[in-house]
Nanobody, 126 residues
């Protein structure tokens, strides 16, 4: 069983930056891909970015390309989401999720994820 804990959310002004962390525990290997999702009030949960088990393959939603960057440190069992040039429309609860996968790819679809964190609030407002 894999446990995921997000941290790093908060209130930031438009144009600002935040770095979210997703700490994993409970498994002895790193054979899982990680994805970040977000859900704004009244909207469906959407995939933001994902990273393969090795960290060498990444994918981004069009809405965050060029502004967000995902990375992982397997020694620390932690995945990061660096968010720059934040906009009010980035306001949401951000979740990390995982699927057992060791291939050089990753997924950003909610129904494919096996493990979920509890979420962290990101609010972009002046």
């Amino acid at each position: 069983q894999l446990q995921l804990v997000e941290s790093g959310g908060g209130l930031v002004q438009p144009g600002g930056s935040l770095r979210l962390s997703c700490a994993a525990s409970g498994l002895t290997d790193n054979n899982y891909a990680i994805a970040w999702f977000r859900q704004a009030p009244g909207k469906e949960r959407e995939g933001v970015s994902c990273v393969s088990s090795s960290g060498g393959f990444t994918k981004y939603a069009d809405s965050v390309k060029g502004r967000f960057s995902i990375s992982r440190d397997n020694a620390k069992r932690t995945v990061y989401l660096q968010m720059n040039s934040l906009k009010p429309e980035d306001t949401a609860v951000y979740y990390c999720a995982a699927i057992n996968m060791f291939q050089f790819t990753c997924l950003m679809t909610t129904h494919d994820m096996r493990y979920w964190g509890q979420g962290t609030q990101v609010t972009v407002s002046s």
